[in-house]
């Protein structure tokens, strides 16, 4: 017997289902592609506020969550002055969400007014950044751009324990000895001298003074090669000086050979 092949026909009811399911799935693909931003969500900025991130963006409620550029967005954002770099996530129910990721801020340098960035760049700005040093004097530029790559490199607790930098060659009557050593005050109470071939002897600073053995405050001197740790007291540099200042005058006072 031969087999009934049975023929099935789209009913006008099943055209009316079908059509109805594609009109909702078009609908809903609209709906999403058409969401507005709901929320936006900003992460690791210190330094830059909220709502300049914002006005950079150019996102606001009325902005479809998938017509944002990532790359435009990115693009905006990353001019601002502090900040080097944003990853843009978005969520499907209308969330934003805009990571940013801040230069380093690395000290004040007094001589231009200016913020000393970690990317070698020096930025003029109204808001006042906390827990950084002051570069009180000036720096000629090649000498300051190779300190300032040394010092990012320094981590920020290191750098949250300086108050003060002061650019100071080393020189001997007409001689320059050292041309790229600095003086470093801490908050601690001490202070440092610190050469540019020797700044990575800065990020053991505290392991420095806890090897010292006093709590008596003085002059950590970091900018020889030396391994050993040289370290004098401020009573016995205050001492060396008047001892100094007495050879002095008794070489003053002694007779001399008149002509």
């Not at 087999?3 to 999403?32: D, N, P, W």
């Not at 606001?60 to 502090?82: E, G, M, P, Y």
């Not at 981590?155 to 080393?170: A, G, H, L, R, T």
């Not at 990575?200 to 050993?228: Q, R, V």
Request: net charge neutral.
């Amino acid at each position: 017997m031969k087999e009934k092949k049975i023929k099935r026909r789209l009913t006008f009811k099943g055209f009316i289902l079908i059509a109805l399911f594609l009109y909702l799935v078009v609908m809903l693909g609209y709906f999403i592609y058409k969401m507005p931003v709901k929320s936006i969500i900003i992460k690791g900025n210190t330094l830059t506020t909220d709502e300049t991130i914002l006005k950079s963006a150019a996102i606001n409620s009325k902005t479809s969550i998938w017509q944002i550029s990532s790359h435009q967005v990115k693009k905006n954002i990353t001019a601002l002055d502090f900040i080097s770099d944003v990853k843009v996530k978005r969520h499907i129910w209308g969330s934003v969400v805009l990571e940013v990721t801040e230069e380093k801020v690395l000290f004040f340098y007094e001589a231009e007014a200016k913020y000393y960035l970690s990317n070698q760049t020096l930025v003029k700005t109204e808001q006042k950044v906390n827990g950084i040093p002051t570069l009180i004097n000036y720096v000629p530029s090649d000498l300051l751009k190779n300190f300032g790559q040394k010092f990012a490199q320094i981590d920020n607790d290191i750098i949250q324990m300086i108050s003060e930098i002061n650019y100071d060659p080393d020189i001997n009557g007409e001689i320059t000895i050292d041309d790229s050593r600095f003086f470093l005050k801490m908050n601690d109470g001490n202070s440092l001298y610190i050469n540019i071939v020797n700044m990575e002897k800065l990020a053991k600073y505290k392991e420095y003074i806890a090897s010292i053995g006093t709590d008596e405050k003085g002059i950590l001197y970091l900018d020889s090669n030396s391994s050993s740790i040289i370290f004098k007291t401020y009573a016995k540099i205050n001492s060396e000086k008047e001892e100094k200042a007495n050879e002095n005058e008794l070489s003053e006072d002694a007779p001399g050979v008149s002509e």
